[in-house]
């Protein structure tokens, strides 16, 4: 059966000296709380604070995360990461497709499905975040557009290699912007996405796939987003740098 998630990305936040303080407050706050074994806990700081926070979660049940890499092996590619490297320092999972990676990065459907195979190639889980512009909501083309960054960014791979895929729906007018898709919006999509895994590949897969929610999710609002059938946890910017607030979400999953 599918996991329930809650992961932290940390965007372009927190210094080396406040990473290591964060980490060792979520540890803290990890530890005291009794975790289904079903349930998962994931950060994504900055790529300079993974190697303190890989060694400085050893002993917890928090996973740490990459927010990106770069699809070659190696290279010349000034300033780039690849999967390789993030596995070396004990990363397992990475980040793909954020909605700040194709707007402000200008990363394509075509891109990311070479670093989702670059990825997988290397044995790293993904989390692969999708959604609609809010002038596709307001279109009603927000269902055509997530099939679509599915169908060019994932449906290439085989059905085996979804062992290593998480989804996360994030709608790009709530990323940020302090208004959240309501849970009926999150449930009407995720129950969309799947419908499309079981159609496109088997009933196995769309049950087993983690379908995460993205987009201004807070202790406030996690609860009753997370209570929807098809929502099995969030993907956390703001609130995940936070202790306290990223706490709470947690125990609402
Ligand atoms: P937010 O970010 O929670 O700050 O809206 C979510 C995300 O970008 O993944």
């Excluded at 079981?198 to 049950?207: F, P």
């Excluded at 609860?223 to 098809?230: H, L, N, R, T, V």
Aim: hydrophobic share 45%; aromatic share 6%.
């Amino acid at each position: 059966m599918r996991n329930k998630i809650v992961a932290g990305n940390w965007k372009m936040n927190t210094n080396f000296k406040e990473s290591k303080t964060l980490v060792k407050q979520l540890r803290r706050a990890v530890k005291k709380m009794p975790l289904d074994d079903d349930t998962r806990v994931l950060i994504a700081p900055p790529f300079v604070n993974l190697p303190s926070a890989v060694k400085r979660t050893r002993k917890s049940s928090i996973e740490v995360a990459a927010q990106n890499m770069h699809q070659a092996i190696n290279g010349a590619f000034t300033g780039e990461v690849s999967a390789g490297m993030l596995k070396s320092i004990g990363v397992k999972t990475v980040i793909l497709g954020h909605s700040e990676r194709r707007t402000i990065f200008e990363e394509t459907d075509a891109l990311l499905a070479e670093k989702v195979d670059a990825a997988i190639a290397n044995g790293l889980e993904i989390i692969f975040c999708f959604g609609e512009l809010l002038e596709d909501r307001k279109s009603g083309n927000h269902f055509s557009v997530v099939e679509s960054q599915l169908k060019s960014g994932l449906f290439h791979l085989e059905s085996i290699a979804w062992n290593q895929i998480v989804l996360a729906y994030e709608p790009v007018w709530a990323i940020g912007t302090g208004e959240t898709a309501s849970p009926e919006q999150a449930q009407e999509m995720h129950a969309f996405i799947r419908k499309l895994l079981q159609d496109t590949y088997t009933t196995v897969v769309a049950d087993n796939t983690s379908i995460l929610y993205g987009g201004s999710v807070k202790p406030a609002n996690a609860k009753e987003i997370f209570s929807k059938k098809d929502v099995d946890g969030g993907l956390i910017g703001g609130a995940a740098l936070n202790a306290e607030d990223f706490k709470a979400i947690i125990a609402a999953i």
